[in-house]
Nanobody, 118 residues
Framework: VQLQASGGGLVQAGDSLRLSCAAS????????MAWFRQAPGKEHEFVAR????????RYADSVKDRFTISRDNAKNTMYLQMNSLKPEDTAIYYC????????????WGQGTQVTVSS
């Protein structure tokens, strides 16, 4: 499975961005898909995940109520709508795929840079 992340950029605090992650796999029914991020000098951090078949979601506390994860089954694409961005959201954002929904992400996208200025 190949994942292509896009949509990052440079924005100001309070602005919004939408990230996309296109998957090469057509049948994502059993997949768990997620977004992670890594800020300079910090560890990889979970952001949000979505169970493709049911659409159920989970978020890190730091982004809850600001970020929304979603998916478009027809396009094999996952999204991360990021609102009310803060400078601490600055990071490289990666999408990841877990084909067996056991929380082991076997496939990763290349990352897209999000920079939020104050």
């Amino acid at each position: 499975v190949q994942l292509q992340a896009s949509g990052g950029g440079l924005v100001q605090a309070g602005d919004s961005l939408r990230l996309s992650c296109a998957a090469s796999e057509r049948n994502l029914t059993n997949y768990l898909m997620a977004w992670f991020r890594q800020a300079p000098g910090k560890e990889h951090e979970f952001v949000a995940r979505i169970r493709w078949s049911f659409g159920s979601t989970r978020y890190a506390d730091s982004v809850k109520d600001r970020f929304t994860i979603s998916r478009d089954n027809a396009k094999n694409t996952m999204y991360l709508q990021m609102n009310s961005l803060k400078p601490e959201d600055t990071a490289i954002y990666y999408c990841a795929a877990d084909p067996t929904s056991d929380y082991h992400y076997d496939y990763w996208g290349q990352g897209t840079q999000v920079t939020v200025s104050s």
